[in-house]
Antibody, heavy 118, light 110 residues
Framework: QVQLQESGPGQVKPSETLSLTCTVS????????WSWIRQSPGKGLEWIGY???????NYNPSLKSRVTISVDTSTNQFSLKLSSVTAADTAVYYC????????????WGQGTLVTVSS | QSVLTQPPSASGTPGQRVIISCSGS????????VYWYQQLPGTAPKLLIY???QRPSGVPDRFSGSKSGTSASLAISGLRSEDEADYYC???????????FGGGTKLTVL
């Protein structure tokens, strides 16, 4: 059974960079596409972007200038970096396994709340 | 950025059938498969329907999906109290090159 687990700081200061890592267990990261999705408090879901095992990535145009998603196949992990954060970036961040180009995400992490605050 | 439109709320009594709609465009639902997710309170979303009308293993057949043109719908029959959750539709958008989610529908079982 594939499992995903997010890790990283729960609080980030405004203008700094949010960094999260997703560890994949129970399966190899060397297939499928690996996405980050966020959910602002009381709001809906927003796809941030994906990376595949080769490092090829694609980002939501609304965040593209601030986002980097990378993969480390040796540790079965992939990571999110979101720069110049503001309070609007406060959200629960989920990592998920998906198929591209589709909106199919069949395994999700439990999510981690990141609060942007000084 | 919700360009997939869902009603914010829906409700029904136990045993009833409820339908949740999702409206998109020619570049999203009109050109791609629709997916539905169920999010129970305090948990991560769970894939409920894939490829418009397919159920993953373990999803009861009370849940069904359909698609016509640029719209899709999720039907839940034999409503149960444990179905109370937020439901999201999703589809890839060819023009935006993004995975889109609807704004979500909060289902209340009365």
């Amino acid at each position: 059974q594939v499992q995903l687990q997010e890790s990283g700081p729960g609080q980030v200061k405004p203008s700094e960079t949010l960094s999260l890592t997703c560890t994949v267990s129970g399966g190899s990261i060397s297939s499928y596409y690996w996405s980050w999705i966020r959910q602002s408090p009381g709001k809906g879901l927003e796809w941030i972007g994906y990376v595949d095992y080769s490092g090829t990535s694609n980002y939501n145009p609304s965040l593209k200038s601030r986002v980097t998603i990378s993969v480390d196949t040796s540790t079965n992990q992939f990571s999110l970096k979101l720069s110049s954060v503001t309070a609007a970036d406060t959200a629960v961040y989920y990592c998920a396994r998906g198929l591209v180009p589709t909106a199919r995400f069949d395994y999700w992490g439990q999510g981690t709340l990141v609060t942007v605050s000084s | 950025q919700s360009v997939l439109t869902q009603p914010p709320s829906a409700s029904g009594t136990p045993g009833q059938r409820v339908i949740i709609s999702c409206s998109g465009s020619s570049s999203s639902i009109g050109s791609n498969y629709v997916y539905w997710y169920q999010q129970l309170p305090g948990t991560a979303p769970k894939l409920l329907i894939y490829r418009n009308n397919q159920r993953p293993s373990g999803v009861p057949d009370r849940f069904s999906g359909s698609k016509s043109g640029t719209s899709a719908s999720l039907a839940i029959s034999g409503l149960r109290s444990e179905d109370e959750a937020d439901y999201y539709c999703a589809a890839w958008d060819d023009s935006l090159s993004v995975s889109l989610f609807g704004g979500g529908t909060k289902l209340t079982v009365l």
